[in-house]
């Protein structure tokens, strides 16, 4: 297994054939999850997409990420919590600066962004992940709230290709107050099988 230190990103490139495995090592820790097509990088996991095919904001095992070209992506083919978020964008400098008055901090956006570079490729304005981890709650009245993550010490999802080639980035989240990441930030783990 492979550690991702907290608020740290990391890119990998992984193929039809093999499993990714991505899993919560203390429990309540986000993991910001984006991938792009490795052959064509004008084609990405579609957050908004992967709601609209999925005709639902909560997936677990059995459903399938897609693409902004509305094509199958990754399956998820175990999932032991089942509670991710589609919704929310990457933490990013501002939204520190929006909610907690500062943005000199890490985030999210940034460490994917220098994983992107690192390999040559332009950044990002903005990365709509596939939040995994996430506990988004989506009240009657149409509030958006985030609680606590339930998960515990080693809970996990395993992610199929669908594809040939993919470029993956996670990120271990960088937010450390408020419920997102139950208030600390800790490390992910992944293995590709
Ligand atoms: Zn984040």
């Known amino acids: 297994m492979e550690i991702i230190k907290p608020q740290t990103g990391r890119i990998l490139n992984i193929a039809k054939g093999q499993l990714l495995k991505i899993i919560d090592l203390e429990g309540k820790q986000v993991a910001d999850f984006w991938a792009f097509d490795s052959d064509n990088h004008s084609e990405f996991l579609s957050a908004g997409v992967t709601i609209d095919c999925n ?3 909560l997936i677990s095992t059995g459903d399938i990420l897609y693409s902004n070209l509305y094509r199958p992506l990754f399956e998820i083919t175990e999932d032991t919590t089942g ?10 400098k501002e939204m520190f600066e929006h909610f907690y008055s500062s943005g000199n901090h890490p985030s999210c956006l940034d460490n994917l962004n220098q994983e992107l570079t690192a390999i040559g490729k332009s950044i990002e304005t903005e990365i709509n992940p596939f939040n995994i981890f996430m506990n988004t709650r989506i009240l ?19 992610l199929k290709p669908l594809i040939e080639h993919i470029t993956v980035l996670i990120a ?9 990441n139950g208030g600390h930030c800790s490390s992910i783990g992944f293995e590709i099988m």
């Open 83 to 92: 509670l991710h978020d589609l919704i929310h964008p990457c933490c990013r």
């Open 55 to 57: 005709n639902k904001l």
């Open 140 to 158: 009657k009245n149409g509030k958006v709230t985030v609680e606590k993550p339930v998960t515990k010490p080693g809970d996990y999802i395993v």
């Open 172 to 180: 271990a989240c960088s937010v450390d107050s408020g419920n997102c």
